[in-house]
């Protein structure tokens, strides 16, 4: 059974670039969320997609958006970057019978 | 506003004690709730999940407390190791009635088991 990966594991960006992190969902998972952890706090839920469509959103702005494919993967792309933005991004799969997040161990975004 | 509290950022117990690590939130209604472990450097690795109408649940030296009234969960680990220093993270579902999955993760309690 092959978990979760997202790649890049790190990346630098510029202020105002636009940036795309992917994610591949564990073998079985049609359901795949991203979350934000800035340091030394809990991750925060950024959305989560179910069958190609958004199923659920946290307090993020438009400048994020996601999309899931029908292989269950998915990206997040992140539009006019800020310095704010600079984080851990997690990606986690799950399936509705098994409500359990499978997490990757997530994509360091650097943000100058 | 919505919150989830976890009321210690940091605890130090000695090896063979019990450790108690308590999430507490407002303004929520969760179908159930979760814990999580992270190590540094990691993605969080799901331990528990608890249901509303659920008490208590255990997991070999783990028990999970679910109280909706007091809106909130004690997580045990008995007989505590060097191996369990981690950071904790209890997490809230919402929306599940609509076969969503969101979960809203408080800020975590970093445990140090002290040999």
């Known amino acids: 059974e092959t978990g979760v990966t997202q790649s890049p594991t790190h990346l630098i960006k510029t202020r105002g670039q636009q940036v795309t992190l992917r994610c591949s969902s564990q073998s079985g998972h049609n359901t795949v969320s991203w979350y934000q952890q800035a340091l030394g706090q809990g991750p925060q839920f950024i959305f989560q997609?179910?069958?190609?469509?958004?199923?659920g959103r946290g307090n993020f702005p438009p400048r994020f958006s996601g999309l899931q494919f029908p292989n269950y993967s998915s990206e997040l792309n992140v539009n006019a970057l800020e310095l704010d933005d600079s984080a851990l991004y997690l990606c986690a799969s799950s399936s509705f019978r098994d409500r359990a997040l499978h997490f990757g161990n997530g994509t360091r975004l650097t943000v100058t | 506003s919505q919150k989830i509290e976890q009321n210690s950022e940091a605890l130090n117990i000695q090896e063979g004690k019990t450790a108690t690590l308590t999430c507490n939130y407002t303004n929520y209604s969760p179908a159930y709730l979760q814990w999580y472990r992270q190590d540094p450097g990691r993605g969080p690795v799901f331990l528990l999940l608890i249901r509303e109408n659920e008490k208590e649940k255990r997991k070999e030296r783990l028990k999970v407390t679910f109280d909706t009234t007091l809106k909130q969960s004690l997580f045990h680990i008995t007989a505590s190791q060097p191996a369990d220093s981690a950071t904790y993270l209890c997490a809230l579902a919402v929306g599940a009635q609509t076969g969503a999955n969101n979960l809203f993760f408080g800020t975590g309690t970093r445990l140090t088991v002290i040999p």
């Open positions: 997609y179910y069958r190609e469509e958004e199923n």
